[in-house]
């Protein structure tokens, strides 16, 4: 029986690695067997019936394992650790966004030359299976753009702005650091980093494109607070990525951005992860799923597993992109770090930025270019662009009347 | 080059069978090489540049095709054919629901003798890869059911329902049966035996269940006329298919539903269909895409032509299925027909049904077994299932206020 089991080495036994394991050696026991499980501190674990390993090397000496899982995260150890693996003709599954996003076109290459595997659903968009739809399924239907709400921590924060509305800013961040959301430094999260590392990703894989995550521009939701809460009601602020084709040109952008409320979007709430992918042939497919958790991660990670003994199609690296990142951006909302004012309003009038206050330091922009909009950022405390008629005409038609 | 092009043979040139024609040579000419096209009236397609052939058995003997594709639809001469090509060692892509639904167990089997592959991706859910992410994203989630919007024709009446209060059912249905959504004998999808066929076919996807179409308790939404319609505003009713597992008993239902409006089907509308799939491990998983129409339905054969080279794992039949239909179904909302009045209330007495009469010939029954429910639906215009507080908070309080 156990020869015929697919023998598996875990490396990480974090909130992911424990319920990949429990998993494998639950549900999936006649297909899987995990041999060894490398851990870092081993004092941090009491339990006797696991194969615990503090030697990472010794999953790839072991020739009897044939795949390895690699959840530690970070680019160190498990850049050397992953190498080495498929150096040493081993399939590694990983869940490590920040390696994919970064040295992945170095790894995939290196694992086809080994023949062997590098499968990395988990990576992206938590449960959902959106690597393998944009491998397999999809790309016949002639991708036009991708859509996703893709970092579960932040939709988080601004669902709970929406259905919180007595509870100011900084008390929902600290529910969100309490509650393991963010850490005690949420630039990755806020600032977008996360995000930008999960596009480059699917850029890969709906386009065939080569993109550099800190390339993809980003606007922070780093500076959200409460003056800008009204912008919360009705849960329509959504921390949206898109990567858009035309031609043969790309761009990305990583943006909080006030969907209407017919938006697929609209009810995708808390740790929930959105992808909407636009296509000539069939219009936009959307798919929702919890976007973080030990569990739905470890079933991204299972389904690779089965993966690996159905070589997957190639992503087609054909097209010679383009990338252009300076297009207009439309209606867009800002609000000016304080004593900023007078500088902030003197490039916009430089730039021939149409503008309207709607408060004290509070403006709809009517039209700005991205590249504008991002020199401006680190004076700026929000951006979000406006699309939506709907939430002027609910909300900002007053004070904007009161303005003009 | 030809040579290594996937050689195809097509059998039907209908909405589906010219969008297939033109995706191969086309965006996929790189790929396959289309080398015969069986059509069934010569006379009917003028275009001299496409490899016409009236026999459908020359695809079969023809030695260099490897793959056929079948977009004939209906059991004859389909059944044949795909039985014959399956002898033959030739994989099948087939988009016929009625002959999976009935014949897919044997054919399946038939295949897997042979060692070539029978794919059907476009027999459900349109565009949606629901079948690919059922045999392989998803079986790791440990699935709990299956809810969907399976289809696109009665999605698009009930959207024109709710959008178009002014007109009258029956206008909107002509519109239907006008645009080719509705054959002249409306049955089919009206009494829901389309859905039948696609839930039998995911139950074996999603359960590795075996189960007859026919067996599937349906409501149908044939009786839907004017007095109903005020059920359809804000656009919450659904036509609704679910299979459902509790244990090792599973209970499977097609029925026009009143959903909330917090329910992620909310706003899925025209030709659009939804499926979610409840999780174990990872909550729902919301799929949406076009449910209908040439474009969407070629590009889930193009996807099985792929997936045609990469086995896929097999269903997993090891459980040994319970069929339970007998469960009792809630709040319900029933019209009589004209005339049925009496012999309704006395079976509704006589079976202790508690209900509340909201209109002349309209009842809100607090509690009603599917097996009585269905004993009277000769007798009954319509009956939805009513989860919704919401909705009796929104409309019916007030009259049944006035009747209680």
């Known amino acids: 029986m156990k020869n015929q ?34 851990i870092k501190h081993p004092d941090r674990h009491p339990e006797t019936d696991i194969p615990f390993t503090t030697s990472l090397d010794s999953l790839i000496w072991d020739s009897e394992i044939e795949v390895i899982v690699e959840v530690i995260g970070g680019i160190q150890p498990a850049y050397d650790f992953i190498r080495q693996a498929l150096l040493h003709k081993k399939s590694v599954v990983t869940a490590n966004k920040y390696l994919i996003a970064y040295h992945g076109n170095e790894l995939r290459k290196l694992a086809a030359e080994q023949g062997v595997q590098l499968l990395y659903e988990a990576s992206v968009g938590g449960s959902i299976p959106i690597l393998s ?3 397999c399924s999809l ?14 921590s932040t939709n988080f924060i601004l669902t709970a702005l929406s259905s919180q509305p007595n509870r100011s800013v900084d008390d929902i961040l600290q529910e969100a650091r309490d509650k393991g ?23 890969w894989h709906a386009f065939g494109c080569r993109l550099v995550p800190g390339e993809i521009p ?15 009601r009705y849960g329509r602020i ?23 409320d017919t938006h697929p979007f609209i009810r995708v709430q808390d740790e929930f992860n959105a992808i909407l992918v636009d296509t000539e042939y069939s219009g936009g497919q959307l798919l929702v ?28 690296e054909s097209v010679d992109w383009t990338i252009r990142h300076a297009q207009p951006l439309g209606q867009v909302y800002l609000r000016v770090a304080s004593g900023k004012e007078k500088q902030v309003i003197s490039r916009l009038k430089k730039e021939q ?52």
Chains 1, 2 share one sequence.
């Open 133 to 135: 739809a944009l491998n």
């Open 289 to 316: 799923g919890k976007g973080a958790g030990g569990h739905p991660t470890a079933c991204s990670v299972l389904a690779d597993l089965i993966a690996i003994d159905h070589r997957l199609p190639d992503v087609d």
């Open 238 to 260: 959504k921390y949206l990525a898109t990567i858009c084709r035309e031609g043969d040109t790309l761009s990305s952008l990583v943006i909080p951005t006030l969907i209407e």
């Open 353 to 404: 930025v149409v503008f309207r206050p709607i408060g004290n330091d509070q403006y709809v922009v009517r039209s700005i270019s991205l590249s504008v909009l991002m020199s401006l950022q680190t004076d700026l405390a929000l951006a979000v662009k406006l699309p939506s008629q709907l939430f002027i005409e609910s909300h900002l038609t007053q004070r904007l009347a009161l303005a003009v």
């Open 218 to 232: 980003v606007l922070s939701l780093m500076g959200f607070s409460d003056p800008d809460r009204f912008l919360t």
């Open 181 to 203: 959301f963010l850490e005690a430094d949420p630039s990755f999260d806020l600032k977008g980093w996360d995000i930008q590392q999960k596009l480059t990703i699917i850029a």
């Open 139 to 152: 790309r016949h239907h002639q991708i036009r753009s991708v859509t996703g709400i893709l970092n579960g």
């Open 5 to 38: 089991r697919k023998c598996i080495g875990l490396a990480g036994f974090g909130v992911v690695g424990r319920h990949v394991y429990e998993q494998l050696t639950t549900v999936h026991r006649k297909q899987f067997y995990v041999k060894a499980v490398a």
